[in-house]
């Protein structure tokens, strides 16, 4: 059973922090990870992707990618209150499944003013 | 350019009838993907299509749920003898290529057995 896990939180943040996602999966053969965010009653939204070890950064926003430990992160730098929604993490299985996401259950990200 | 469209919105049903829902990706996508998002968790993968064929269907909980793509544009989720657990979002989403990057996702059709 291929699994991706998040602490389903909620994770709440002042304004202006940084918020920090975690996710870890447990295919080794996982080629593609991503980073969707999904306001309430709304359909997810691609935000990041990252396929090498290491940082990527967009902005606010730069993923983390560790695949010797499995895991995949995302930092959210200056949070706003609009940033507040449910991150979800995405992992494909590659070879003959591109394209075939399998998702965390989500973390709820709250961002106070 | 026009996104992810799917009809329709909501859909409410009595258990055991049968429903269809429509996705209409974004032209020239030649990927479609349906998953199916329960409350509170993340969307579960039901089945790809690069253009007309199913290339993976392994997601499909069982032999109640099909899917076609006549045309390798519009996609149709049929359901046959709705229960009551097969409520849920119904999540389409298409990317240009069978690669995940890029996949773009429609407002959902929230499904509803009663």
């Known amino acids: 059973q291929k699994e991706v896990e998040q602490n389903s939180g909620p994770l709440s943040v002042p304004e202006g922090a940084i918020a920090s996602l975690n996710c870890t999966y447990s295919?080794?053969?996982?080629?593609?990870f991503f980073w969707y965010r999904q306001y309430s009653g709304k359909s997810p939204e691609l935000i990041m992707f990252i396929y090498s070890n290491g940082d990527k950064e967009d902005g606010r926003f730069t993923a983390q990618l560790n695949k010797a430990s499995q895991y995949v992160s995302l930092l959210i730098r200056d949070s706003q209150p609009s940033d507040s929604a449910t991150y979800l993490c995405?992992?494909?299985?590659?070879?003959?499944?591109?394209?075939?996401?399998?998702f965390g259950q989500g973390t709820i990200l709250t961002v106070h003013p | 350019g026009a996104g992810v469209s799917q009809t329709p919105s909501n859909k409410v049903t009595e258990k055991g009838k049968y429903v269809e829902l429509r996705c209409d990706p974004i032209?020239?996508?030649?990927?479609l993907y349906w998953y199916r998002q329960s409350l509170g968790q993340g969307p579960e993968f039901l089945i790809y299509f690069q253009g007309t064929g199913a290339a993976d269907d392994s997601g499909l909980p069982n032999d109640r749920f099909f899917a076609v793509r006549p045309e390798g544009s519009v996609s149709t989720l049929k359901i046959q003898r709705t229960e009551r657990g097969d409520s849920a979002v119904y999540l389409c989403?298409?990317?240009?290529?069978?690669?995940?990057?890029?996949?773009?996702f429609g407002p959902g059709t929230r499904l509803t057995v009663t």
């Open positions: 032209s020239g996508h030649t990927a």
């Open positions: 989403a298409s990317s240009l290529t069978g690669l995940a990057v890029g996949q773009y």
């Open positions: 995405a992992v494909d299985a590659g070879g003959t499944s591109y394209g075939k996401l399998t």
């Open positions: 295919d080794r053969g996982s080629q593609s």
